[in-house]
């Protein structure tokens, strides 16, 4: 944006310039090879002098029609309206449903001598509360804030003598990385009597008549620091966002301070009605933020809050099938579906059983969108042997691909790959995905350079 304004500038300079030139010259201007040059119609020497007396005459008689203006008007201060918005009823209202989401995760890093370390690390971001169930509180904040998360805790926005009765931890109860949502749940066991007193559920509002210009107050937590507020406008809507992985979300855009850790917080209208879910993850300016519109989350909310709790088991189950990550970039390229490619089906495994082949994309696991290698390996994890699910899978058909749905029922996975650990990548690697080569993009397999590193044994596969 800001090499777009120094443009703007640098053009409207150029144009004024041209005009204050063309005012005080008075022949024609044309230009040649690029070069402003001015001509001048040859006249006798006297009609010239003439033209020149003329034009001073023109001149003086201008200068004396020439009005004086008085002194500009101006107000007193202590009389002006006074336009500022005090939005501290709003937000008294809306803090009670507000809450911060700190959350611990296992990250891969390359160390100094290029191998491959596990590190612990921890974020901070924001969400709120929208339902509550017999067990309950359920929470909205984002899918990439919690999905890779090994332990979760919020912070209630209530008072306590203690400040430890205002934490609890959570669990994930479903993400939807297409539209980067995701629900968390806290067991009302957990909270503090005297915190759940003070707690409220948010008021969902409605999206589909924004206008640009309409007040929008963000509240949550941010940089980390603790929940804060800021109040803007909604600057646009219907903005398309795309992602470094190629993804992409429509939202709307406000001029609200935007700080990392709001993720997942609340923006509210006049009336403290939601009406969008920030995601500071997608920041692309000074003072540019961007929110899911409420409308497009609540079908997604609904979904998740109605979905059953689960904690990640010892040993998940297993379908017998090895799979690679289609890249964001291959997919469009290619127009291939994203989601978990299966290289490969081992021979009367689960996979088999119900019909899985080569080829075949996972784009759903149990209901939760799969768009990645990674994301099936999340969710599995929840799952035990002996369960079934429903899987949703593209199948090419040699001109396109086709939606169907399967029943899996997981099996224990065969010793040898339990004890498979993940390989170190290839130098050609980049997070788990080999890029496309437009120059080749066929090998000896159809599919060759598309995917990613397959994790684990291809004989007997990963999953």
């Given at each position: 944006m800001k090499n777009r304004n120094r443009i703007a500038a640098v053009v409207t300079g150029a144009v004024l310039a041209g005009a204050l030139m063309i005012g005080q010259i008075a022949p024609s201007v044309y230009a040649e090879d690029g070069e402003t040059t001015l001509t001048?119609?040859?006249?006798?020497?006297?009609?010239?002098?003439?033209?020149?007396?003329?034009?001073?005459?023109?001149?003086?008689?201008?200068?004396?029609?020439?009005?004086?203006?008085?002194q500009l008007e101006t107000t007193n201060s202590s009389d002006a309206v006074v336009t500022?918005?005090?939005?501290?009823?709003?937000?008294?209202?809306?803090?009670?449903?507000?809450?911060?989401?700190?959350?611990?995760?296992?990250?891969?890093?390359?160390?100094?001598?290029?191998?491959?370390?596990?590190?612990?690390?921890?974020?901070?971001?924001?969400?709120?509360?929208i339902a509550q169930n017999d067990?309950?509180?359920?929470?909205?904040?984002?899918?990439?804030?919690?999905?890779?998360?090994?332990?979760?805790?919020?912070?209630?926005?209530?008072?306590?003598?203690?400040?430890?009765?205002l934490?609890?931890?959570?669990?994930?109860?479903?993400?939807?990385?297409?539209?980067?949502?995701?629900?968390?749940?806290?067991?009302?066991e957990d909270i503090n009597e005297d915190v759940l007193k003070q707690l409220k559920i948010a008021v969902l509002g409605?999206?589909?008549?924004?206008?640009?210009?309409?007040?929008?107050?963000?509240?949550?937590?941010s940089l980390g620091e603790g929940i804060s507020v800021t109040s803007g406008i909604i600057s646009a809507l219907n903005v398309?966002?795309?992602?470094?992985?190629?993804?992409?979300?429509?939202?709307?855009?406000?001029?609200?301070?935007?700080?990392?850790?709001?993720?997942?917080g609340a923006i509210v209208n006049a009336k403290g009605e939601v009406i969008g879910i920030f995601s500071a993850g997608y920041l692309d300016g000074d003072n540019m933020g961007y929110a899911i519109?409420?409308?497009?989350?609540?079908?997604?909310?609904?979904?998740?809050?109605?979905?059953?709790?689960?904690?990640?088991?010892?040993?998940?189950?297993?379908?017998?099938?090895?799979?690679?990550?289609?890249?964001?970039?291959?997919?469009?390229y290619y127009?291939?579906?994203?989601?978990?490619?299966?290289?490969?089906?081992?021979?009367?495994?689960?996979?088999?059983?119900?019909?899985?082949?080569?080829?075949?994309?996972?784009?759903?696991?149990?209901?939760?969108?799969?768009?990645?290698?990674?994301?099936?390996?999340?969710?599995?994890?929840?799952?035990?042997?002996?369960e079934t699910v429903e899987v949703k899978i593209m199948r090419g058909d040699g001109s396109g691909y086709e939606e169907q749905t399967v029943e899996i029922t997981l099996e224990d996975a065969p010793e040898e790959v339990k004890a498979q650990k993940k390989p170190e990548k290839k130098d050609n690697d980049e997070d788990g995905e080999l890029q496309h080569d437009p120059d080749d993009p066929f090998g000896r397999d159809p599919f060759d350079g598309l995917f990613g590193d397959i994790w684990g044994d291809q004989e007997n596969g990963d999953f």
């Open positions: 001048v119609t040859e006249t006798e020497e006297a009609a010239e002098e003439e033209a020149v007396e003329e034009e001073v005459k023109e001149t003086e008689k201008q200068t004396e029609e020439k009005k004086v203006y008085e500022a918005i005090d939005v501290s009823g709003v937000v008294e209202a809306v803090m009670p449903s507000i809450v911060t989401v700190s959350e611990k995760s296992v990250q891969e890093i390359e160390t100094y001598f290029g191998m491959s370390q596990s590190v612990e690390v921890e974020g901070a971001a924001s969400g709120f509360i067990d309950e509180l359920l929470i909205a904040t984002n899918n990439h804030v919690v999905e890779d998360s090994t332990e979760v805790t919020v912070a209630f926005s209530a008072e306590a003598e203690d400040p430890d009765n934490l609890a931890p959570a669990r994930v109860k479903g993400t939807d990385a297409k539209t980067d949502l995701a629900v968390i749940a806290v067991n009302l409605s999206s589909d008549k924004l206008k640009v210009g309409q007040t929008a107050i963000t509240i949550g937590n398309e966002i795309t992602m470094e992985d190629g993804s992409k979300f429509t939202e709307f855009q406000t001029d609200g301070a935007a700080n990392q850790g709001q993720s997942g519109p409420i409308s497009t989350a609540i079908p997604v909310l609904q979904d998740l809050i109605n979905r059953e709790t689960r904690d990640i088991v010892e040993e998940h189950g297993y379908m017998g099938i090895t799979v690679v990550a289609v890249s964001a970039e291959a997919s469009e127009n291939i579906p994203e989601g978990a490619y299966i290289y490969e089906v081992s021979d009367g495994s689960a996979g088999d059983k119900a019909g899985l082949k080569k080829g075949d994309i996972i784009v759903g696991f149990d209901g939760i969108t799969i768009d990645s290698q990674e994301a099936l390996l999340r969710q599995i994890n929840y799952y035990e042997p002996g």
